[in-house]
């Protein structure tokens, strides 16, 4: 069994990230498909999935069990490519570099959910040009 650091530090980055992101779409409705739910992420290279559960409009983040009704499953970087839309999910599960088990339709919805507001958007130029400051 690999041993997991503590969750703390990464709930208390990423859970506020999480809402401010989300915000928008929580207001409107379009996660009420995730309320009471549990999506679990497993990246082959972290110590263990996590999971994500949305209650009373507040994200809960904590290592995945069996309360994850879906997992969706990858290496980090297909992951990673998932969530900041840079590559097609349908594509990725496709190719097998991601893979979703449990309830797909759950799954399908987080991935649809992901493809509408990616979590972060990158720069298409680099930040420093070459030669320069």
Known sequence: MKLRPPLTPLRLTVLPLLLRHFRQPLENGELAFMQGRTVAFSAYELPGALQLTLLQDRFQLDWADERAEATLSGA??????????????????????????????????????????????????????????
């Open 76 to 133: 980090l970087a297909a992951l990673c490519q998932v969530g900041l839309a840079q590559a097609d999910g349908d594509a990725l599960f496709f190719q097998r570099r991601l893979s979703m088990e449990g309830d797909t339709e759950l799954a399908l919805e987080v991935k649809s959910l992901l493809a509408r507001y990616p979590l972060a958007r990158l720069p298409s130029w680099p930040l420093l040009s070459p030669g320069g400051r």
